[in-house]
Structure formats: structure tokens, C-alpha cells
T-cell receptor
Framework: KAGVTQTPRYLIKTRGQQVTLSCSPI?????VSWYQQTPGQGLQFLFE???????NKGNFPGRFSGRQFSNSRSEMNVSTLELGDSALYLC?????????????FGPGTRLTVT | AQSVTQLDSQVPVFEEAPVELRCNYS??????LFWYVQYPNQGLQLLLK??????LVESINGFEAEFNKSQTSFHLRKPSVHISDTAEYFC?????????????FGRGTSLIVHP
């Protein structure tokens, strides 16, 4: 079974631009979660999508948004990029989400904002 | 609100020595606890989890963690480490609140195993 894939792996953007990151979950998984990882703040939960609906949301501004398609693939969008948005963005999929199902993480997309 | 504290940002240790990575959490409700490992340039992998039942949980590669409710801790231990255990380790807590859950991660502990 293929693992979680994220594209692109590396991205450089300029302040004020917007960016879209993509995540393909493990086949059969219906839950996709997104995280931001930075040296200063550690790993922070952005949001979770399940069956095309946002089910949980972390404490991030509205510039961060996402969506999930009928095939469970998910995209995350960040508008009006700021320098502080430079981070590793991790996507994780799980069979049904919730507390007890294991999350499988992708390798991440490293975003650099200049 | 829940929080996770990993008391050591870096733990250097010699190969074959024992190691303990400390994790404390705060939450007002029942929690589920997890340890994840992240190798360089990779995503996180689940190492072990506590959901209920026995407070001592083990992983397939020799790590174990004990849930201590009174101490609100979930420390990770290994009796003898290998060079290949060098990685970043994250403790995480999830709790059900208001019908939904938001997982909270600690800042991570970098385990550095020296030959």
C-alpha cells in the first residue's frame, strides 16, 4: 500500500503570494489532517477533513484554509503569505480519524517565504 | 485547554545505555497519549499509544511508555539504545472536548545516540 504523499516537497514563495499544497492519503483513508511544524512553535494542528467536511480546526487565522475532494485527496491553501508561515507542513491520514485510529504522516512540504 | 511539556529538548546518550524521554501533560478530561518518532527528512511515525487498559505500553522496537495518571506523565524509555534510534521524538495528547478532538504535540526531544 502506498503511503501518504505530499506535493510539492519544497516550495519558495514571496510575501503576499498565496500557495496551495496537496496531500494524497493512503488508499481507503477518509480522514486527512494538516499540521504546521516550526522550530519555535513545534507541531501545531491546523485542521482535519473527513468525507469532504472540515471536522476539526486548530487556532490559525483564516488565511489558512483547506478542502477535501471526493477521493479523499486534500489541499491546503495559505493566502497573503507572511515570513512566519515558513515551516514544514505535514499531512496525516487515518482510516476514520478520531482519537484511537493511527495517523500516518507524509514527508511534508517545506515552505520558505522570502 | 490541554498542553504537553517535553522537559528535555535534547538528550545525548551513548549506544547501549538506557534512556528516558520525559513527557508531562495537562488536561481536564480523559486523554489518549501517543509517542511519535521523526527521522531526518521524514514525516512522523507512531511509536506507541495509550488508549485504555494497561498503563504500560510497548513498541515493537524495544521502547515502552507508562501512563501515570497521578503524575500526569507518559515517559518513554528504552533499556538499551542503538545508533539508529537517533531521531526527534514527540509526545502528543488527544482528548474529546465538545464533541471533537484536537491533538496537541510537545515541542519534541532530540535523542542523539553516540557510538
Amino acid at each position: 500500500k502506498a503511503g501518504v504523499t505530499q506535493t510539492p516537497r519544497y516550495l519558495i514563495k514571496t510575501r503576499g503570494q498565496q500557495v496551495t499544497l496537496s496531500c494524497s492519503p493512503i488508499s481507503g483513508h477518509r480522514s486527512v489532517s494538516w499540521y504546521q511544524q516550526t522550530p519555535g512553535q513545534g507541531l501545531q494542528f491546523l485542521f482535519e477533513y473527513f468525507s469532504e467536511t472540515q471536522r476539526n480546526k486548530g487556532n490559525f487565522p483564516g488565511r489558512f484554509s483547506g478542502r477535501q475532494f471526493s477521493n479523499s485527496r486534500s489541499e491546503m491553501n495559505v493566502s497573503t503569505l507572511e515570513l512566519g508561515d515558513s515551516a514544514l507542513y505535514l499531512c496525516a491520514s487515518s482510516l476514520l480519524g478520531g482519537l484511537s485510529y493511527e495517523q500516518y504522516f507524509g514527508p511534508g512540504t517545506r515552505l520558505t517565504v522570502t | 485547554a490541554q498542553s504537553v511539556t517535553q522537559l528535555d529538548s535534547q538528550v545525548p546518550v551513548f549506544e547501549e545505555a538506557p534512556v528516558e524521554l520525559r513527557c508531562n501533560y495537562s488536561s481536564s478530561v480523559s486523554v489518549y497519549l501517543f509517542w511519535y518518532v521523526q527521522y531526518p527528512n521524514q514525516g512522523l511515525q507512531l511509536l506507541l499509544k495509550y488508549l485504555s487498559g494497561s498503563t504500560l505500553v510497548e513498541s515493537i522496537n524495544g521502547f515502552e511508555a507508562e501512563f501515570n495518571k497521578s503524575q500526569t506523565s507518559f515517559h518513554l524509555r528504552k533499556p538499551s539504545v542503538h545508533i539508529s534510534d537517533t531521531a526527534e521524538y514527540f509526545c502528543a495528547v488527544s482528548s474529546l472536548s465538545g464533541g471533537s478532538y484536537i491533538p496537541t504535540f510537545g515541542r519534541g526531544t532530540s535523542l542523539i545516540v553516540h557510538p
